[in-house]
């Protein structure tokens, strides 16, 4: 067991920190009015913010929420500025304790890893093994369990004010009794990623499987037969049900040579193509796009950074023709 981190709280109030988490939370937020009434105060109120965190008093929870539908809905559930800085302020100084508890091949919200980074992994397990098992959990931030989370979090904490305000985060949310993180905050990225850590540590250093990423709670290991695939995956599930109190959605079980689904791409053993559904979206968002920008509703600055990360994304499969075609039929009309 890892050192406990003890100590943190004075560096979290230190008027550096709290300056910096304020330049973090109001990156490319110029002119929202919520963002230019505390930059307008913005000595008060980081000072404001310190004695709270001191005194435990620092308000938590006043959430707006919103729907998206990309690629499926969801609700969103976005905190007042003033709390996005207090995010910061607190992941500042907690990332090292969090960072350090990931194994290598975690790749979702942290430096250095990210979508395509899994995928090139996912490549060369590919490359190397015959099957694969994929899952991915029911309603996974809906179902982070309160209690099982702050236990898992004093394993790793021992700052008694640090403790106290993840409790006061976590109790202000919930989907329902005692369970649920908000999608769209920056500490349940944290908290959902150091969740699932502890299924890949049991993963990696109970069951021995060499070949497994997980990508929040994306999760794929391959093997050279079906029956170590079978062995693993029901005892995977097993953790996952009796220690976190997750369920899983149907397993993807199959062989390599058939393709597997992974992050809106299809993996095969020497080759990357793009998803149908992510085909399908490609389409549709191109045709919005194009026309966002005839219709001036666009100028070409905002079309551009729109319609380039769509382009990147399908960059990294075999999609030449597929591109040519939704661009030729823009261009025509």
Same mark, same amino acid.
């Given at each position: 067991?890892?050192?406990?981190?003890?100590?943190?709280?004075?560096?979290?109030?230190?008027?550096?920190?709290?300056?910096?988490?304020?330049?973090?939370?109001?990156?490319?937020?110029?002119?929202?009015?919520?963002?230019?009434?505390?930059?307008?105060?913005?000595?008060?109120?980081?000072?404001? @913010?310190?004695?709270?965190? @001191?005194?435990?008093?620092?308000?938590?929870?006043?959430?707006?929420?919103?729907?998206?539908?990309?690629?499926?809905?969801?609700?969103?559930?976005?905190?007042?500025?003033?709390?996005?800085?207090?995010?910061?302020?607190?992941?500042?100084?907690?990332?090292?304790?969090?960072?350090?508890?990931?194994?290598?091949?975690?790749?979702?919200?942290?430096?250095?890893?990210?979508?395509?980074?899994?995928?090139?992994?996912?490549?060369?397990?590919?490359?190397?093994?015959?099957?694969?098992?994929?899952?991915?959990?029911?309603?996974?931030?809906?179902?982070?369990?309160?209690?099982? @989370?702050?236990?898992?979090?004093?394993?790793?904490?021992?700052?008694?004010?640090?403790?106290?305000?993840?409790?006061?985060?976590?109790?202000?949310?919930?989907?329902?009794?005692?369970?649920?993180?908000?999608?769209?905050?920056?500490?349940?990225?944290?908290?959902?990623?150091?969740?699932?850590?502890?299924?890949?540590?049991?993963?990696?250093e109970q069951l021995r499987m060499k070949a497994y990423i997980r990508y929040m709670d994306d999760m794929v290991f391959f093997a050279q037969s079906r029956?170590?695939?079978?062995?693993?995956?029901?005892?995977?599930?097993?953790?996952?049900?009796?220690?976190?109190?997750?369920?899983?959605?149907?397993?993807?079980?199959?062989?390599?040579?058939?393709?597997?689904?992974?992050?809106?791409?299809?993996?095969?053993?020497?080759? @990357?193509?793009?998803?149908?559904?992510?085909?399908?979206?490609?389409?549709?968002?191109?045709?919005?796009?194009?026309?966002?920008?005839?219709?001036?509703?666009?100028?070409?600055?905002?079309?551009?950074?729109?319609?380039?990360?769509?382009?990147?994304?399908t960059e990294h499969a075999a999609t030449v023709s597929l591109r040519r075609q939704v661009l030729c039929k823009l261009e025509t009309g």
């Amino acid at each position: 067991m890892a050192k406990r981190a003890g100590n943190l709280m004075a560096k979290i109030v230190e008027p550096e920190n709290l300056r910096l988490a304020f330049w973090k939370a109001a990156r490319h937020k110029q002119g929202i009015e919520e963002v230019e009434n505390f930059r307008n105060s913005l000595d008060e109120n980081l000072l404001l @913010l310190r004695q709270q965190l @001191l005194d435990g008093s620092v308000p938590v929870g006043e959430y707006h929420y919103f729907t998206i539908f990309d690629p499926k809905e969801r609700l969103i559930c976005a905190a007042s500025f003033r709390e996005r800085v207090l995010h910061h302020a607190i992941m500042n100084i907690c990332h090292p304790v969090f960072e350090d508890f990931q194994i290598y091949d975690s790749y979702a919200t942290r430096p250095g890893k990210g979508q395509y980074a899994a995928l090139d992994r996912a490549r060369k397990f590919a490359r190397t093994h015959h099957w694969y098992c994929k899952l991915d959990v029911r309603k996974y931030f809906d179902s982070i369990r309160h209690d099982i @989370l702050l236990r898992k979090l004093e394993l790793r904490f021992k700052d008694k004010q640090v403790l106290e305000m993840f409790r006061r985060i976590i109790s202000s949310y919930a989907t329902g009794t005692g369970k649920g993180v908000p999608i769209g905050n920056l500490t349940s990225q944290y908290f959902a990623n150091f969740y699932l850590g502890f299924a890949d540590r049991f993963m990696k250093e109970q069951l021995r499987m060499k070949a497994y990423i997980r990508y929040m709670d994306d999760m794929v290991f391959f093997a050279q037969s079906r029956e170590d695939l079978l062995r693993a995956m029901g005892l995977f599930i097993h953790f996952l049900l009796n220690e976190l109190g997750l369920e899983v959605k149907p397993v993807c079980l199959n062989t390599l040579s058939k393709g597997m689904p992974f992050l809106g791409y299809v993996v095969f053993p020497g080759l @990357l193509r793009l998803h149908k559904n992510s085909r399908k979206r490609f389409v549709q968002k191109m045709k919005k796009y194009h026309k966002n920008l005839t219709k001036d509703i666009w100028d070409e600055a905002r079309f551009a950074r729109h319609v380039l990360p769509l382009i990147a994304f399908t960059e990294h499969a075999a999609t030449v023709s597929l591109r040519r075609q939704v661009l030729c039929k823009l261009e025509t009309g």
